[in-house]
């Protein structure tokens, strides 16, 4: 099986990449240099007209969507865990997936990008500021489901990769969310496992790749 994952640094195309490495996956990755907008040359919007990454290619054939991702990835990697085994279990984790992919996301976005939300002069640090309270939000109530948990559930899957990346990013535009402990205690307990120190290490790589083309 041909497996090809279109991935760009810092972007959640870290929770599919992770999720390869704990599965121990044959897989080639393809990086996307956003700062060039290779995201919108005609070959990749082939490829995924949203113009978006993570793309993962199964056998030419590409998916979207980080929940899709881990689904197709559970049934294709049984072993792995990349959902939970229990199908109540499982749901939930999707639950908190998509939870990530549009209550999460978006807010993330709008304080990296806030222009692309609304483009009246001076309005870009109320977007942000929004946008931090309502993470603030989102992080605290993550916080009361890590309460007493070192995962998500009885141990790791993809949900925890997906809210390690949501809080990684939030932290690199310098907000501060020490106060959700449990939070900050479950992203430094992703931070040991080896997949994500395996993950964290290509993504060095590929700046440094990216560093020198520019």
Not at 22 to 28: H, L, N, Q, Y
Not at 48 to 66: A, D, F, Q, S
Not at 92 to 111: D, E, F, Q, V, Y
Request: a neutral charge; glycine letters at 4%; hydrophobic letters at 45%.
């Amino acid at each position: 099986m041909k497996l090809t994952l279109y991935y760009a640094p810092i972007t959640c195309s870290v929770v599919p990449l992770i999720s390869l490495y704990e599965a121990g996956a044959d897989f080639e990755v393809k990086p996307v240099n956003l700062r060039k907008a290779e995201q919108m040359s005609p070959e990749y919007l082939r490829l995924n007209p949203k113009h978006k990454v993570p793309v993962l290619l199964i056998e030419g054939e590409p998916l979207t969507e980080n929940v899709a991702m881990a689904l197709w990835m559970t049934r294709a990697f049984p072993r792995a865990g990349i959902l939970p085994a229990d199908s109540d279990a499982e749901v939930k984790a999707i639950s908190i997936m998509a939870w990530c992919a549009s209550g999460i996301h978006p807010n993330l976005t709008r304080i990296n990008s806030p222009a692309k939300f609304c483009d009246t002069p001076g309005s870009e640090e109320s977007i942000k500021r929004l946008a931090a309270k309502e993470l603030d939000h989102v992080f605290a109530i993550a916080e009361g489901m890590l309460a007493g948990r070192e995962y998500f559930f009885d141990k790791w899957c993809a949900a925890d990769s997906h809210v390690f990346w949501a809080w990684r990013r939030a932290i690199q535009f310098g907000l501060d969310f020490s106060k959700h402990r449990h939070c900050a205690a479950h992203y430094e307990r992703m931070q040991r496992r080896p997949a994500v120190i395996k993950a964290l290490d290509f993504e060095k790589q590929v700046q440094a790749q990216f560093a020198q083309s520019a």
